[in-house]
């Protein structure tokens, strides 16, 4: 069987600089990927360990004093107290998780400079900051309920307990660090999803006892909800994350992609007033008799009738998009026309199977969506190459 070889461009052999450096090749997918042998991930691991050991020993310290401040000779794993081993580490995790992670993504934003109009990057920088260390925090408090009902009425001395800070701190620390140092599209996305359906499905567990689906799923919102701030907060840090995940999106679309035009433009302002209607879900409780329901109401039909439109006009708005993703955009519009009558019409779902529905389906589009632009976003990057057998290329020479 004869060889056969590749001819790429110079733009590419620029990219794989410096030449002498090793490379693999494997298809995925039926597309060829090079990579260096020098791994994104190592360099990143290293990255991360090294900025790992500073806020862990702040921790340590930290901790330490409080311990000792104490007079106790011996520290509770938890229990009702302010100064125990669990609620000191979740505090310093929390605190210096948030500072370490600020830092580190700033550094590594500027480096990237996708866009540097500070006012853009203060926001963008900030949102991923509160959403990273709010997963963080609900994971601490999760790991800390989980240990303490398997070690009931534990306790350590100080300096023991201070040991312990600093390790459950480790972990949440490269965690976070780790996050900070790869943001990408890919990755909000997965945070959106968690944000959004961990912070629902904590509320639900709350309002177990209220009979919240009797009503209405916004319920979880209101002044008769158990902890409603948890309904509240998710609904504004998903707002508030999509918007920032447009940002990333679309700033990257318009900076490579020879495509972008008003329709482009046209999808970016809905994203951005979808996120905004779904942060006011949560802002504007809909609390009955209140004014706020009024607002509530209309930022969540702001939702559906956006996501209608852009579903109905997609086939216009993006020419590119493929055939199989009309398909299965057309499915959801009649299905959330469909739902629609099945509530307004007939009364056959009530309210909060019809929120639920609706909230299900138009969330699974638009992260679809995002997928589809984002693809359609790299492909300027892709350059086209050609395969040559040895006779061939003899003859070019």
């Not at 042998?37 to 310290?61: C, G, Y």
């Not at 701190?169 to 965690?175: A, D, K, M, Q």
């Not at 138009?362 to 086209?384: C, R, S």
Request: charged residues 15%; proline residues 1%; glycine residues 4%.
């Amino acid at each position: 069987m004869s060889k056969k070889y590749l001819e790429v461009s110079d733009e590419i052999l620029e990219q794989l600089q410096p030449q002498s450096e090793e490379y693999t090749a494997k298809v995925e997918n039926n597309q060829l990927v090079v990579k260096s042998k020098t791994t994104k991930f190592t360099e990143n691991l290293n990255f991360s360990l090294r900025w790992l050991l500073v806020p862990t020993v702040i921790a340590l310290i930290v901790s330490l004093c409080v311990f000792l401040f104490m007079k106790e000779s011996q520290i509770a794993l938890s229990g009702t107290q302010i100064y125990t081993l669990s609620s000191i580490s979740t505090l310093l995790g929390t605190v210096i998780g948030f500072i370490t992670f600020l830092v580190i993504n700033w550094k590594e934003y500027s480096k990237k400079a996708e866009d540097n109009r500070l006012l853009v990057k203060s926001r963008q920088i900030l949102t991923i900051t509160i959403s990273y260390v709010a997963v963080a925090l609900v994971g601490q408090v999760l790991m800390f309920n989980f240990i303490s009902h398997m070690f009931q009425g534990a306790s350590f001395d100080p300096i023991t307990a201070s040991l312990l800070v600093s390790l459950f701190t480790s972990v949440i620390f490269y965690f976070l660090i780790s996050r900070a140092i790869d943001v990408s599209v890919s990755k909000l996305i997965h945070l959106l999803f968690i944000i959004m359906v961990g912070g629902i499905l904590i509320s639900v567990m709350s309002n177990s006892h209220t009979g919240w689906w009797k009503e209405n799923f916004s319920f979880l919102g209101t002044a008769e909800a158990s902890d409603r701030w948890q309904f509240e907060i998710t609904m504004v840090l998903t707002g508030v994350v999509l918007m920032t995940i447009t940002d990333y999106l679309f700033s990257s679309f318009k900076r490579n992609n020879t495509f972008y035009n008003w329709k482009i433009g046209f999808i970016r302002i809905s994203y951005y007033l979808i996120g905004i209607f779904i942060a006011c879900i949560g802002i504007f409780p809909a609390n009955i008799g209140s004014w706020t329901r009024i607002v509530h109401n209309l930022a969540a039909f702001g939702v559906v009738i956006i996501t209608l439109l852009l579903i109905s006009f997609l086939k216009f708005l993006l020419p590119q998009v493929s055939k199989e993703f009309v398909v299965l955009s057309t499915v959801v519009l009649v299905a959330l026309v469909a739902g629609i009558i099945l509530f307004m019409k007939l009364h056959y779902l009530s309210l909060t199977v019809f929120e639920m529905f609706a909230f299900a389906l138009i969330f699974m589009w638009m992260v679809l969506l995002m997928d589809v632009l984002q693809e359609i976003a790299g492909n300027d990057d892709k350059q086209d190459i050609k395969i040559f057998n040895l006779e061939e290329l003899k003859n070019l020479v």
